[in-house]
DNA sequence: TGCATTTGCCTAAAGACTTTAGGCAACTTA
DNA sequence: TAAGTTGCCTAAAGTCTTTAGGCAAATGCA
């Protein structure tokens, strides 16, 4: 009984990318070690060697994603500044989710404090934070515009990707580009609170 | 061997409202109809006789918590208006998703469109709608406005309890504060396409 | 009250995924 | 080309899902 005894060729790399396609391609839910292994044509414990365990894939793809969306933000962001930046790093999110629904999935995932510190996820916040400069907002201020323009991207995004607009009269896109005007006005009229926060002595 | 025979009472209600229990103690990822036959003490497969299949255990989960939600939204809105009640409907969100984190995350789940029709959904979008006929907005700007609402507050929790905001400095409690102002303001003075707000000459 | 039917939980079993242990052949290197 | 390392393999145990069929308790009816 001769067998192929070609070598497959695994690596963590190209496990973790061959992850991320079939994430894209079959659901997040579907990526699991033996539907990796199938893919490969390979058995299912060949890919212990390379993998510690399944959450270590999952993780792998979601790190992946995470860099990948920041990547993308901080090219949509190079010599744009005000709305334009605005519209170009929202877009940057839905375009990606679209593009590649089982990372934007895999990118969700909860992450141990440290794997999150070492992840893509903190360049997103520096270059959302980069963004807020074309809008000349108060320190303090600035973290929270930060955390309401990510909870907007990321929640319109989910939803819409899960649905949720998908029975109603207008069009996602058409919300989408109200809400980008919505923002950027907010931005520009960001109400400071009518006691100051203490920002210093 | 005399075994006790004593029926342990099961039925498609106190399963789902176990597993709702289940998911807030162990994370909505350990629902599992093994986990539950556990907490019952009894065999897997007699709870196939009142469930279809897992599946239908998580959904039932997430109709369970939907239905919650738009129950404490219609709760918070009674006799507010404004602000005021855009905060109370802000807060059921935040502290639902707080006091029942894996019932939070089941409400997450991708539901089939017939499914998603009859859930507590769309209760809670037809509430934020009404919460803003105080805000008086043309018509299609409403539902730009619903959505808005609805990513903001999704996308913030989500975050909130994902981690995200729980390494940087001011804590999430202000953020969300100063986030609601932020909003409260927006929709007072919500752009309209066709009419830019008067930012300037 | 006694008998028949229904109901509720059981045993058994098969299939899928995860993970570990240990083996052999194919590469690498000297 | 012999020795060592690497890469994928077989084998096996554990968990979860799901279906089929069985027995006894609960229920309904005369």
Same mark, same amino acid.
């Given at each position: 009984?001769? &067998? ?19 994430? %894209?391609?079959? =659901? +997040? ?6 539907? *990796? ?13 390379? *993998?510690?365990?399944? &959450?270590?894939?999952?993780? =792998? ?17 190079? =010599? ?14 839905? %375009? ?14 909860? *992450?141990?404090?440290? /794997? ?12 959302t934070r ?5 809008? %000349? *907002? ?7 515009a930060v955390r ?16 949720? +607009? ?18 950027? /006005? ?16």
């Amino acid at each position: 009984m001769v &067998q192929d005894v070609a070598r497959a060729g695994l690596s963590r790399e190209r496990l973790i990318a061959a992850g991320a396609e079939l994430a %894209d391609e079959e =659901g +997040f839910e579907q990526v699991t070690v033996s539907a *990796l292994a199938r893919r490969f044509d390979v058995k299912v414990a060949s890919l212990y060697s390379h *993998l510690r365990n399944s &959450q270590e894939l999952r993780t =792998g793809i979601a790190l992946l994603a995470l860099a990948e969306l920041a990547d993308r933000a901080a090219d949509a962001l190079a =010599g744009r500044a005000g709305r334009d930046a605005l519209t170009a790093l929202a877009d940057v999110y839905r %375009d990606y989710a679209h593009e590649h629904p089982g990372r934007y999935a895999a990118a969700q995932l909860r *992450l141990d404090p440290e /794997t999150a510190a070492a992840s893509g996820g903190v360049r997103q916040a520096q270059l959302t934070r980069a963004l807020l400069r074309g809008y %000349d *907002l108060p320190e303090p201020e600035q973290t929270h515009a930060v955390r309401l323009l990510g909870s907007v991207f990321y929640g319109y995004v989910s939803m819409e990707l899960g649905g949720s +607009f998908s029975h109603s009269s207008p069009g996602p896109e058409e919300s989408w580009t109200r809400i980008l005007d919505a923002l950027d /006005t907010l931005l520009r009229t960001w109400p400071t609170p009518s006691a100051p926060t203490p920002t210093g002595p």
